[in-house]
């Protein structure tokens, strides 16, 4: 089946560890997206790529990191700079960039 | 910049009633607009989109949306709600001009729904 998977579904670090957070997707899709959901906040850009080896910084791209090295991987990662990394993360891709985004199903991210 | 609100934080309606989540945009231009639909725990689903065209689009579940450019507006509206339609509710905008792609989305309703 074609999606979206990220992984882990839950991940628990220490304050001052570097984690990163995997998205996948087989859809094929050019553009992939991080955002970040606090409740009642609704979603934040973190970054996006449009394309192999390219990204841009969202509007919260501060202590976190991401790579684009294949067409089917984004990684992020939430790194100790980031002040208050406790949050929900989607990952999401779309066809090109001025289309639709489809999402994964979060990493619930939890830093004690 | 985009922006976009979703005025009602909560609503609550009874099952087999209609349904109206309001939605309200600020953009120069006309925007691309999303509603899309989380469980909790979830990710997010697409319900409906609108690029250009008519501006009555048909979605998934039973959902519509109108987008009214003097109102600056994109409304979903469902004429008869589910129980299993209780869920959290996204309006969502992309610029549809300029070298920068971004999609913006508002903060969320919440709906419950009663037997």
């Known amino acids: 089946d074609g999606g979206i998977t990220q992984s882990p579904k839950y991940l628990f670090r220490k304050e001052g560890q570097n984690v990163t957070l995997s998205c996948e997707q087989n859809?094929?899709?050019?553009?992939m997206y991080w955002y970040r959901q606090d409740p009642g906040q609704g979603l934040r850009l973190i970054y996006y790529s449009q394309i192999v080896n390219d990204f841009q910084k969202g509007d919260i791209a501060e202590g976190y990191s991401v790579s684009r090295e294949k067409k089917e991987s984004f990684p992020l990662t939430v790194t100790s700079a980031q002040k208050n990394p406790t949050a929900f993360y989607l990952c999401?891709?779309?066809?090109?960039?001025?289309?639709?985004?489809?999402f994964g199903q979060g990493t619930r991210l939890t830093v004690v | 910049a985009q922006s976009v609100t979703q005025p009602d934080i909560h609503i609550t309606v009874s099952e087999g009633a209609s349904l109206e989540l309001r939605c309200n945009y600020s953009y120069g231009a006309t925007p691309y607009l999303f509603w899309y639909v989380q469980s909790p725990g979830q990710g997010l689903q697409l319900l409906l989109k609108y690029f250009s065209g008519d501006t009555l689009v048909q979605g998934i579940k039973g959902f519509e949306a109108e987008f009214k450019r003097s109102q600056s507006s994109f409304n979903l509206r469902k004429p008869s709600v589910h129980w299993s339609d209780a869920a959290e509710y996204f309006c969502?905008?992309?610029?549809?001009?300029?070298?920068?792609?971004?999609?913006?989305f508002g903060k969320g309703t919440l709906l419950t729904v009663n037997p």
């Open positions: 999401a891709s779309s066809p090109s960039l001025r289309t639709e985004a489809f």
């Open positions: 859809l094929n899709h050019d553009a």
């Open positions: 969502a905008v992309g610029n549809s001009g300029g070298s920068n792609y971004k999609l913006t």
